[in-house]
């Protein structure tokens, strides 16, 4: 039986899915180049460092280390996390964020005060703070996210804050910022107003009402000190059983509604239960998320004029084996990725794509050795099995996104009824069209059929599969296992057959005429 769907300009949805047809496995996928979902904005290829674990500290910055730079960088991940294509680096957290003062991390490095870190139990030196994390910024080629302390600070912190980054007056706050060595404002432009705050782990948690009437103060202050300062509301984190997620949402839109450019949004998902087929369809949960949060931000701007509110989603990730209340100190949050944690990853990317007229921002948690794609110990670092899907997508996936047409078959699992092996994404930018496709299958091809209704394929087809001998390979400092491989073919016409191996992510990469 055909599912039917109408397309409709500027509305997102996941791609259509037909029922599963007898014999082998066969796919079909339809292409309009006029059928547009969005603009992909890079910033849905970002990530995020936290003071958390070897992140920072071990991981983007180790100072006295030979593999580090003057200032502490480290070269190694530096030189990684420019080829993951970061495009905007979140930061100081996370949890973390919610008891930092930020001018604890300014001024002469052995001058700064060590403080007690109570989100994960640990002290921080306050080394790396906001000029260390700037010109990492400048330096990587990413745009800074700041994430203000709407925990346990106030509102005259968040302001000052603002100040100090961005303005050009003569100020107590601008001179300081030249005695500390910086002559002009870095001009930050997105601002979170705080982290998870809806989560009773959060230091400073709040309810809706009393986080909405808050942030309102420090958003007005924000803006006022900057008026081209794009701000972050802090949107549900918690998703769990019992979790009034919507509700959280809706209440702080209605006091944020005029001074917020985005709602943040969380999740983390796992396989606890070593369930390939479900866990592998995660992603069905995270787009339901979004379209909910879309029609909670349509209904808060609802009689609002010329106002825009997107979907930040700016924490995710696979999180699970690496998880609980004995998760603090030094090595924690270490999680080592496999080839499903892989496909699960591009799996959140096509959904980020597939939506990409609401969600502009999205932050893969974290960079390094934390929950990452870039692990690494005192001789060097390795690249995880989720790094390469990230990267692909960010180098590739660019200009349009795409509302394609699915004819795939499906499979259920304990948590969902119809779950389409064939999950893709589109990305058309000046005659290049990009398709992001995961077999969920684990152990059949899907013979999979392109078919282009406007234009033609004409010219070389490129192919880059990220795959490993097994679900649960993984890599190490040893050994690569999964790794993305590229081979080429020729493409011409408006049909372009072509065989998805069993759990496999590939990336397409064609030119229509
Ligand atoms: O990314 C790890 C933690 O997960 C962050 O600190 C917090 O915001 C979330 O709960």
């Keep these: ?256 509604k005029n001074h917020a450019d985005y709602l943040s949004l969380h999740t983390y998902v796992g396989n606890p239960q070593n369930d390939y087929g479900d866990f592998l369809a995660s992603s069905l949960e995270l787009s339901s998320r979004i379209k909910t949060a879309e029609g909670i931000i349509d209904a808060a701007l609802s009689g609002v004029r010329n106002r825009k509110i997107y979907i930040a989603w700016d924490e995710w990730n696979v999180w699970y084996r690496a998880r609980g209340a004995q998760e603090r100190g030094r090595r924690i949050l270490e999680e080592h990725y496999n080839l499903e944690d892989a496909l699960v990853v591009a799996t959140f990317l096509n959904a980020f794509v597939n939506h990409a007229h609401i969600v502009k921002i999205a932050n893969m948690a974290q960079l390094v050795n934390v929950i990452a794609p870039i692990f690494t110990n005192e001789q060097g670092l390795y690249l995880q099995t989720i790094y390469y899907p990230l990267q692909l997508f960010a180098a590739n996936t660019k200009g349009k996104a795409l509302e394609l047409f699915v004819d795939c078959p499906s499979y259920k699992s304990g948590r969902f009824d119809e779950i389409p092996y064939l999950d893709v994404s589109a990305g058309f930018d000046n005659g290049a069209l990009v398709l992001n496709v995961v077999n969920r299958h684990r152990d059949q091809p899907l013979e999979t059929e392109f078919e282009v209704e406007d234009k033609q394929f004409s010219g070389p087809l490129e192919i880059t599969e990220v795959n490993g001998p097994d679900i649960k390979s993984e890599n190490n400092f040893d050994s690569v296992n999964v790794k993305p491989v590229q081979h080429s073919m020729a493409a011409q016409g408006r049909k372009l057959p072509y065989r998805f191996p069993p759990h496999s992510y590939t990336m397409l990469r064609a030119q229509l005429v």
């Design 1 to 256: 039986m055909l599912s039917r769907r109408t397309f409709s300009k500027g509305l997102a949805a996941a791609p259509a899915i037909l029922r599963a047809q007898p014999g082998a496995l066969r796919a079909r996928v339809k292409i309009d180049t006029e059928r547009v979902i969005g603009d992909i904005d890079q910033k849905l290829f970002g990530n995020f460092i936290e003071h958390l674990g070897r992140c920072i500290d071990g991981g983007v910055f180790e100072e006295k280390s030979p593999l580090s730079d003057a200032n502490g960088y480290r070269r190694d991940v530096l030189d990684a996390a420019k080829k993951l294509h970061v495009s905007i680096l979140r930061w100081p957290g996370g949890n973390f964020s919610s008891n930092y003062h930020w001018r604890d991390g300014i001024g002469p490095r052995d001058q700064r005060p060590p403080r007690l870190e109570m989100a994960w139990g640990t002290v921080e030196s306050n080394r790396f703070g906001t000029h260390e994390f700037l010109d990492y910024t400048e330096k990587l080629g990413a745009e800074p996210y700041i994430c203000a302390n709407l925990g346990t600070g106030t509102w005259e912190e968040a302001q000052r804050w603002v100040e100090y980054c961005n303005s050009a007056a003569d100020t107590a706050m601008t001179r300081l910022r030249k005695q500390n060595g910086r002559r002009d404002p870095w001009k930050v432009t997105y601002w979170g107003l705080g982290n998870e705050i809806d989560g009773p782990w959060q230091m400073g948690h709040r309810s809706a009402d009393d986080y909405g009437k808050f942030a309102l103060e420090a958003a007005k202050l924000m803006k006022l000190t900057d008026p081209a300062v794009k701000l972050i509301a802090a949107g549900s984190s918690n998703f769990g059983a019992g979790s009034d997620w919507t509700g959280w949402n809706r209440t702080v839109l209605e006091y944020l």
